[in-house]
Each structure stands twice: as C-alpha cells, then as structure tokens.
C-alpha cells in the first residue's frame, strides 16, 4: 500500500512519503484503459461501489452527470463489451482499494474517478457520485490523492490541480 489510511487522510501540503505499490498502480492503469473507450471528449467517469451496487457516472466538463449504469455484479454487461469490461475492472479495483482499510472500518460508499489516463480518489469524502463531492474537490482540490495523474488540460484539469496529492506511478 502507499503508506497508509492516515497518510491518505492527512491534509498537510506536503505529502509524506509513500511506498510504491505495484498492484494499486496495475489496477488503477487497468480501470483508465477500461474507461478510455467509453469517454467522449470532454468527460470523465467516476465508478462508485454502494452496498450490492457498482454505479458508473459519466461527468461532463460542469461536473454534472450525463449518464449512468448502475447494476449488481450479477447483472453487469457482457464481459466482452466495453461496458462490462469497465464494470469488472473497476469492481476489481474498488475491491482492492477497500481491502486497505482496517477490517470492518471501509466505506459503505467509495469510489474513484477516471479521465482515461489517471485515476483519483478521496480518502475523506470517497464517493465521488455524492452530492457536492465533484464541486467540493474542482473549487479546493485538498484531499484528492492521484493514483495515476489526471490530464493537466482534459476535462477533470479543475481535479488534477495543485492541491492534488499524487501516488508515485510505477511503469
């Protein structure tokens, strides 16, 4: 893991530093790949696991949501269509990310967003689809951690601002 939930969670401006973690970095290329097919200019998505329930948002550049699949595991697309391959990838993903935290203490809701190139989460707010969460993070940007970095100038460059934390990306 790259360091732990309280580096995650704290809020200095500079970050601590963080152990490289191959299989968060693998994952997380994994779920932008599985994305990038899906994203039309201008937007990004955010994939969000909730009880029973993965929920795939596609924003648009006013971070409003444009569109949504939300489904049970058992109801996701085919596996050899681009959606159901971004669904599997990002539960696998969210799967993994929720086993860093201390037994019984993960989120019920948590997430990450996706340009197609970089990966973020927000350890203290994790559910990107929440109300308010996409405005709360583009106006003041602290506590977002980039997994992988987000392009500086496509749609989420108000999330991928200085106040972005970032994981080292190991290639």
Avoid at 16 to 32: D, F, H, K, S
Wanted: net charge negative; aromatic share 8%; glycine share 10%.
């Amino acid at each position: 893991m790259h360091g732990t939930l309280e580096d995650w969670q704290e809020a200095s401006a500079t970050p601590a530093p963080l152990q490289p973690n191959y299989r968060l970095t693998r994952l997380a290329e994994a779920l932008a790949g599985a994305a990038r097919p899906l994203l039309p200019s201008a937007m990004f998505l955010s994939v969000t696991r909730t009880p029973g329930l993965l929920h795939i948002h596609w924003w648009g550049p006013a971070f409003v949501p444009a569109m949504e699949i939300t489904a049970a595991p058992d109801a996701f697309c085919p596996a050899d269509s681009a959606e159901g391959r971004l669904q599997r990838t990002g539960s696998a993903f969210i799967d993994w990310l929720e086993g860093r935290w201390p037994a019984g203490a993960a989120p019920a809701e948590l997430g990450v967003i996706t340009d197609g190139r970089g990966v973020v989460f927000a350890p203290s707010r994790p559910a990107p689809a929440a109300p308010g969460w996409m405005q709360h993070h583009a106006l003041n940007g602290e506590g977002l951690r980039a997994i992988l970095p987000m392009e500086p100038t496509g749609p989420c460059a108000l999330l991928a601002g200085p106040g972005t934390r970032s994981f080292e990306a190991l290639h």
